[in-house]
């Protein structure tokens, strides 16, 4: 299936001594929320290097550590122990794969790799961890990125497995390793690693799977593509590819009457049949909150007046859908089958996301965006958020809770998606409930990629009952255990389903069921 085309370069790779890299924080940097409204500094060159920097600083963080507060060492603590973990199944210069446990036949192992070399290089970057600076590690990460190129990521290989992972999976990491170790790549390497992404992102307002040939990126594919052009562009200095890139962002936030993204109800879709508002909305949302903060204030900023549209999603699409922190599971679709990532994760990057959009808005709509993230986190008592990375959300949320900003909560009362089929009542004692619905218009579920195989009733009038200050709901292992024929509101006919039942990626709805929303009155709501 894969080929594996000549080494192109294989330089003797440095014995690694982990007892290297003691280094402790330098540079004392106060604890400031980021500031897009304020002015940017004078950009030179179209601003390249500065624009390189702001990336670096938001993966890293290095720009937002507070020196001996102990919630910034224990992340940095993590972030060290995990490359230490990656360094153990470091492979020799010119090997076969980068990583000892991590063979090329499974396309997820690819981007599972450059993940892993973009941790290094994170490390690495890291004011305060024991591998800041040191150079050892840096050469080692550098070397492995030119095998992984010459081995598997070049023109000369054919993508398989999944597109995703060719597409965006290694693009975005492989960009991000960019951008770290900028100064210390040679021309060649910016060049053939560059080389590598524009050959299979050609142009990132589409996306290119094998199964169905060239088509239209939307939605988050859009933002994610757009993001690893956007970036690699910014280090090899295309100025051509770069603002193409950032051009393609604003078909992703304008109201569509079909197909995917937001619709002028709050509803957003992905997949054409599936409300996705709480994994593919979000990471539109995270992405887009990261590319904002990048680009504003200098001359490559986001200017188009329709970007309102996104900040009106903030209020519209995703706020009604959390509850107490966590992201309701009726719009997660595949990812309620995931162990590693929870509703409360999904509800941990919302919040993340929402604070960096309130940096540029109005004050007063900011405002109410921070009391709503307050009002999040002091409502759940698990608030993993408080202490968990990376290290610039903790330092966003920091910020937040060291305010006076008091916390919003949304007024009790129904809130309705008619076009991705779902309801949610708010309760003034707390309480929330989300009705999630089948039509013509959307499919019963989705499942793919191995995953939510066993799905089909979740919206099939599924009501997800969320009390208030109660930790776990649906993420205590409920959908691994729960009976997934008799859900609660679809106990009806409980007849055994196969699995994959109807297909997979949410290609069959019910045809004969033309109706199916709600009515309200006041607080009250009538749905089915």
Known sequence: MQQTPEVLMQPTRRHLLHT????????????????????????????????????????????LLVPGQARFDDLIEDIDSDADEFLDQLNPAGSATVFADLDYDADPNLTTTVQRLAHLATAWATPGSRHHDDATL????????????????????PEYGNWWTWEIGVTRALADAMAILREHLADEDVAA??????????????????????????????????????????????????????????????????????????????????????TYGLVLLSGLSRLFALLAGTAHDIDDPSRANLTDAVERSFAPLIHEGRMMDAVRGRAIS???????????????????????????TAQRWRGLCRGWIEDNS????????????????SALMDSDVGAHRLPPGPTVFPQMDRVVHRGSGGWSACVAMCSDRIAWYECGNGENEHGSLTSQGMVYLYLPQTDDHFDDEFWATCDLQGLPGT????????PRVEGQWGESVPEDAEWAGATTLGTMTLAG
């Open 20 to 63: 290297a890299g003691a280094g402790g924080l330098v540079g004392a940097l106060a604890l400031l929320a980021p500031d897009l409204a304020a002015a940017a500094p004078e950009l030179e060159d179209d601003g390249f290097e500065e624009l390189a920097s702001r990336w670096v600083d938001q993966l890293t963080g290095r720009h």
């Open 138 to 157: 840096r050469d080692l990460v550098i070397v492995g990125l030119r095998d992984f190129r010459s081995r598997i990521y070049n023109p000369s290989q």
């Open 193 to 278: 690693f560059g080389d590598s992404i524009d050959f299979y992102v050609p142009d990132p307002w589409e996306q290119f799977p094998e199964e169905r040939g060239r088509i239209t990126s939307e939605g988050a594919n859009r933002v994610d593509l757009c993001q690893a052009v956007i970036i690699r562009s910014i280090v090899g200095r295309d100025r051509e590819r770069l603002a193409h890139a950032i051009a393609g962002l604003s078909a992703v936030w304008q109201i569509v009457d079909e197909g995917n993204g937001f619709y002028e109800d709050g509803s957003f879709i992905q997949h054409s049949t599936i409300g996705y508002t709480g």
């Open 338 to 364: 995931r162990e590693a990532e929870r509703s409360l994760d999904n509800g941990n990057d919302a919040i993340e996301a929402v604070l960096r959009l309130s940096e540029a808005v109005d004050e007063e």
């Open 382 to 397: 698990a608030a993993t958020i408080l202490h968990e990375g990376p290290i610039t959300r903790l330092a966003l949320v």
């Open 491 to 498: 106990t009806v006919d409980t007849t055994p389903l196969p």
